[in-house]
């Protein structure tokens, strides 16, 4: 009879496969990723806590990493370290949706966190029983595995990406960083937009289809289409600007990012 931890190591390359080789192709790997687990997917997890958690007693440990890594001030903090945390947690989603219409439904209690990396201020990874949402004719659908959930089209599937990624993830933290510190839902949601945008733009070489079309569909789902604005870059390439900002201004040293809507004189 085959065990359940057997059973999970047969089925998990079929269920992330599309998003692990996105990610090999971005980065060249997709086993040291900075600020993902290696391939995903937490065998053991212990040591992990549900990111659940980062919306109560972890938020101060993300809010001082970020102090300390930047030297920021704590509102600079807070939204440099959302910059960064939305970036990890909703790239797997993205580049399921983007490669291959196979959604990781990252909820807060599907989504793992530890803090032990030095590079990153937080790695992320995921429950080996983490829902998928696809579509009909995804070869997972007629696999009869409890994780995966089959939806009728595109816009329920992009229901669902936004359901576990904005509503039931990413909205109680940002109210518990804006119950912290003197920051808007505008400009925090700014930065997941142009993280978003920029992780579809970065495989645009591997994923098939628009880049700008996926990113506008993406962004429409989350409501936050209209917090960012692609251009034409050099060599008909796309650049994302930004209609708000991630405060990395204000820094000691001062950046502004490219796409900013700072404007240097």
Same mark, same amino acid.
Do not use: M, N
């Given at each position: 009879m085959t065990s359940p931890t057997l059973? /999970?190591?047969?089925? *998990?390359?079929?269920l992330l496969a599309p998003v692990n080789a996105t990610l090999r192709a971005m980065f060249g790997t997709s086993t040291e990723v900075p600020g993902l687990a290696p391939d995903l997917v937490v065998r053991d997890l212990a040591g992990w806590t549900p990111t659940a958690r980062l919306a109560d007693v972890h938020l101060d440990t993300l809010l001082d990493a970020a102090r300390r890594r930047w030297n920021a001030q704590a509102h600079a903090a807070a939204a440099l $370290?959302? @910059?960064? #945390?939305? #970036?990890? /947690?909703?790239l797997p989603a993205v580049l399921g949706w983007a490669s291959?219409?196979?959604?990781?439904l990252l909820t807060s209690t599907d989504a793992v966190m530890h803090f032990d990396d030095p590079r990153p201020l937080v790695t992320l990874g995921m429950r080996p029983d983490i829902p998928v949402a696809v579509l009909p004719h995804d070869p997972l659908a007629?696999?009869? /595995?409890?994780?995966? @959930?089959?939806?009728?089209?595109?816009?329920?599937l992009l229901a669902e990406f936004r359901h576990a990624l904005l509503e039931q993830h990413l909205e109680p933290l940002l109210d518990a960083i804006h119950g912290r510190v003197r920051l808007g839902r505008r400009? /925090?949601?700014g930065s997941l937009a142009s993280g978003i945008a920029h992780g579809v733009l970065r495989s645009a070489d591997t994923v098939p289809?628009?880049? $700008?079309a996926t990113i506008d569909r993406l962004l429409g789902a989350l409501g936050i289409r209209d917090l960012i604005d692609l251009e034409s870059g050099p060599n008909g390439r796309l650049d994302?600007? *930004? @209609?708000?900002?991630?405060? $990395?201004?204000?820094l000691p040293q001062p950046k502004v990012c490219s796409g900013c809507c700072i404007k240097t004189i």
């Open positions: 059973e /999970l190591r047969q089925i *998990r390359p079929p $370290a959302w @910059k960064a #945390y939305t #970036y990890w /947690l909703a291959a219409r196979r959604v990781p007629l696999s009869g /595995l409890p994780q995966v @959930k089959v939806v009728a089209d595109e816009d329920a400009p /925090l949601l289809g628009s880049s $700008a994302v600007r *930004r @209609k708000t900002c991630c405060l $990395a201004f204000t």
